[in-house]
């Protein structure tokens, strides 16, 4: 039997885990503002109109920087630039042409992947490499070399069942360790549209030109292999050259706990074949207005709250990783307690995490939401993957989130990096609900007494990385850093 004392500490003990933050009335206040007042979606629409795409390096990214910089400043926030040097990649020219006689080829409809080389022109012998991942070359061993791969960009219908894709830059790394001299992506979307993107994994230029074609040329192609030879010729031209980018930084400081920071980032620039408008213009202008809200209404946080749109996100996660180096350097990434970002997130129905820690608190907000509106469904998702701007924060340990179980708005999915990106395709209710449920999400992160999470240590976050299956990628791209 335990002494009373003993038991009345423990009982304070259980009371005190099981205590649920009281964040309704901030809530309630966020809720209305946003539904009443929110600027995100005709500051996205006017972006797309007067600045057009937000390519990093370009004039167009350096327009969209000072645009982010004056808004912020006119919400009343200390705005930084935050500078950082970048390798701007930009096409020029570009020509593909296949058939079954290397003398005699028909042109394709095409386009460049970015940090192709700056010039290059190379005809070969075209070779079915398939998903492209390391089990296609190991089966086909050595018939790549000094060939072209055709490769389909996700998963080819009829795969061995769990077949995993990688990105598009993985399968690129791939064919060049297995000697492919050019490489042909085939996109996933129907009626012809074409996708760009990188096609490097570290955002240097890759040494073979890389370009995606059509889903309907792609299987074309790929049906006229099994009938005999095809060749293909691939030239190019396109510039590279060290730029300066700035990412764009609002601070709001923290009462209580100002060394202790939560991060809301999106990137705001995009690809240059249409205004990005769904990637990333809904997750950019989101975080602007949740920084309009959270000052529209005099909110108090404390913990220090950043407000960030990330440049160079598009051409390897350069701005976020500005970010982190800097910080390192500065022995300031401990100061980062949670980092929460938005890339394509669109009316989402709860919170994602790289930490199940958090399930608790996360649910137990949610549920204070979702007493403001019943769409709002309190689901919760805890992993990790790549390819947005949390993976360098991430990649060191801190604890990143943001939106869960959203849909893209008017099935723009398919327009991923296309020329059909363009603000049409935006949701105005679907944007609102992404500000106002991650604005709440904020204020509760920077709020709440006690994170009870913190930056993952050597061991704790390799294994992490591994129970998540990002061991491999993160060794193709080169950033996996054990040795054993």
Request: net charge positive.
């Amino acid at each position: 039997m335990k002494p009373l004392f003993s038991l009345l500490l423990l009982a304070c003990s259980l009371s005190a885990s099981a205590q649920t933050d009281d964040f309704y009335p901030a809530f309630s206040k966020i809720n209305a503002d946003v539904q009443q007042n929110s600027k995100a979606y005709p500051r996205l629409k006017e972006a797309t109109e007067t600045i057009g795409h937000r390519l990093t390096g370009s004039a167009n990214g350096a327009r969209a920087e000072e645009y982010a910089y004056k808004l912020l400043k006119s919400y009343g926030y200390d705005v930084k630039y935050q500078p950082f040097e970048v390798e701007s990649w930009s096409r020029i020219s570009n020509k593909v042409q296949v058939g079954a006689d290397a003398k005699h080829l028909q042109e394709v409809s095409s386009v460049a992947l970015a940090h192709s080389p700056v010039k290059a022109s190379v005809s070969a012998e075209l070779v079915d490499m398939g998903n492209g991942l390391e089990a296609d070359y190991q089966q086909g061993a050595g018939k790549v070399k000094g060939k072209i791969a055709l490769v389909y960009l996700g998963v080819l219908p009829g795969s061995a069942k769990g077949t995993a894709s990688l990105h598009r830059s993985e399968k690129t790394a791939i064919a060049i360790k297995n000697g492919a001299i050019g490489i042909i992506i085939i996109n996933t979307v129907k009626n012809g549209v074409l996708l760009t993107g990188t096609a490097s994994v570290t955002g240097k230029l890759i040494p073979i030109p890389a370009v995606c074609i059509g889903l309907e040329d792609g299987m074309k192609i790929k049906e006229a292999l099994k009938s005999g030879p095809q060749y293909a010729s691939l030239e190019m031209t396109n510039f590279s050259g060290m730029i300066k980018a700035r990412n764009v930084v609002a601070t709001l400081k923290g009462t209580e706990f100002p060394n202790e920071k939560i991060v809301v980032g999106g990137h705001l620039d995009s690809w240059d074949l249409a205004t990005g408008a769904i990637d990333n213009g809904i997750g950019s202008f989101a975080v602007m207005d949740m920084a309009r809200s959270f000052k529209a209404l005099n909110l108090k946080t404390k913990r220090t709250v950043e407000f960030i749109l990330f440049m160079g996100e598009e051409q390897g996660l350069l701005g976020s990783k500005a970010y982190v180096e800097q910080a390192m350097k500065a022995k300031k990434l401990d100061q980062v307690k949670f980092m929460l970002n938005y890339d394509m997130t669109n009316d989402p129905k709860g919170f994602s995490t790289s930490r199940a820690e958090m399930k608790d608190l996360f649910t137990s907000w949610g549920a204070q939401i979702a007493k403001l509106d019943t769409g709002f469904k309190n689901t919760f998702n805890a992993g990790a993957g790549l390819h947005s701007d949390h993976q360098p924060f991430m990649l060191e340990g801190v604890p990143t989130g943001g939106g869960a179980g959203g849909k893209l708005p008017n099935n723009s999915g398919q327009f991923y990096h296309s020329n059909g990106d363009s603000f049409k395709l935006v949701d105005e209710q679907g944007l609102k609900n992404t500000v106002r449920y991650s604005a709440m999400l904020t204020y509760a992160l920077a709020n709440t007494p006690v994170i009870p999470v913190q930056i993952q240590g050597d061991a704790e976050l390799k294994a992490f990385l591994q129970q998540n299956n990002l061991e491999t990628p993160l060794k193709i791209a080169g950033e996996w850093k054990w040795k054993d």
